[in-house]
């Protein structure tokens, strides 16, 4: 960067472009020194590379106005890829997930260099293009996938792992979830129980829907941990052989999280 005077221009341009979004110098400083680079400011683009910065700090308006901002070109993008309206629904979600989403969400790496709008076109061709190979090798497999679903039943492995560690895991999994606030139990039983959307859950605690899927990411990591941790105090079990586990369990995973999160569960382990 050419110094905190330049820096501090940048900023005041950007806030005159978002006026309603709360964002701190010290964190647009930073971010400009990581994506802009010290070779020189040159031409940038101000008011996008401010949105940016503030939906990388977690600003729900400024990811408000991401999705305002680029919803056209994405859509546009999309449909140039496949134009089914489930198609471009669902890549259209996966998109704001990747550009929003997570420590990796692709909006902290657009440095200013070109209209947002565009970035956001190449990003969107990028994913559904992705999502189109993904439906067509899907397509392929379908009448390979009963022959690999019988195979996988047949893995003896996979068996000896669930028929030992089975009730184990189930047990360390309820013990993490007791651990969860009530909220994150909620959250997480309108997830996986209820079928709750993203976009339902983040209406009802009026945050943006990158904030509720940030939050079932969160949750979900940290049940994860808890629960390779405990079967490797308790039982020994080596990583490989938890991801085993975890692997041959995913299928019930998602109902096993909803139940323990659920009011009734828990009143039900409080009782033993």
Known sequence: MTGQDTVREMYLAGQRHWPMLRLEFASFARYC????????????????????????????????????????????????????DDFVKETLQELWSKLLVGEDAKVRSYSGRGPLQAWVRVVATRVALDRA???????????????????????????????????????????????????????????????????????????????????????????????????????????SEFKSLATVLGRELEVSLGLAASPLSSAAGGGE
């Not at 940016?52 to 993008?77: I, K, M, N, T």
């Open 33 to 84: 020194q990581r994506v802009v680079g010290a070779e020189g400011v040159g031409p940038l683009e101000l008011g996008d590379l401010f949105l940016c910065c503030a939906c990388g700090e977690d600003e729900p308006e400024a990811q408000r106005c991401f999705e305002a901002l680029g919803a056209s070109a994405a859509v546009a993008a999309i449909r140039r890829v496949d134009s089914d």
């Open 133 to 239: 190979r993904s439906k067509r090798r899907s397509t392929s497999r379908q009448v390979q996938l009963p022959e690999q679903l019988a195979a996988d039943e047949l893995n003896v492995d996979a068996v000896l792992l669930k028929a030992r560690f089975g009730d184990a895991f189930e047990a360390a999994l309820r013990a993490s979830v007791a651990k969860l606030s009530e909220q994150e139990r909620n959250v997480l039983r309108m997830h996986a129980v209820d079928q709750s959307s993203i976009d339902d859950i983040g209406r009802v605690y009026q945050v943006h829907r990158a904030t509720a899927a940030r939050w079932i990411e969160r949750t979900r990591e940290k049940i994860y941990a808890d629960v390779r941790e405990a079967l490797h105090v308790e039982h020994r079990l080596t990583p």
